[in-house]
Nanobody
Framework: QVQLVESGGGLVQAGGSLRLSCAASGRTFSSYAMGWFRQAPGKGREFVATIVWSGGSTYYADSVKGRFTISRDNAKNTVYLQMNSLKPEDTAVYYC????????????????WGQGTQVTVSS
């Protein structure tokens, strides 16, 4: 079992930055792929970024490529999402997810989820 707790959301002006953190419990965290997803009001859950267990491979949605960076610190059981050049359309609840076997963009394939953290970008 893995439990995930996101933090770092908030209100920021367009062009600003935020860093989200996702703290995981469980000794097997370092073997799990991790993902970030987001959900805006009235919309479905959207893939943002994912990282393999070692941190050696990452993948991003086109909408955030070049602005967001996913990273992880397995010694701290934490995955991060650095978000720069934020836009109003980035406003959403951001969720982290974990899975022992799946590394990809499909949210339904991830077994474990956090409760989400709100990110609001004002214009």
């Amino acid at each position: 079992q893995v439990q995930l707790v996101e933090s770092g959301g908030g209100l920021v002006q367009a062009g600003g930055s935020l860093r989200l953190s996702c703290a995981a419990s469980g000794r097997t965290f370092s073997s799990y792929a991790m993902g970030w997803f987001r959900q805006a009001p009235g919309k479905g859950r959207e893939f943002v970024a994912t990282i393999v267990w070692s941190g050696g491979s990452t993948y991003y949605a086109d909408s955030v490529k070049g602005r967001f960076t996913i990273s992880r610190d397995n010694a701290k059981n934490t995955v991060y999402l650095q978000m720069n050049s934020l836009k109003p359309e980035d406003t959403a609840v951001y969720y982290c997810a974990a899975d022992p076997d799946y590394y990809g963009t499909i949210y339904a394939e991830y077994d474990y989820w956090g409760q989400g953290t709100q990110v609001t970008v004002s214009s």
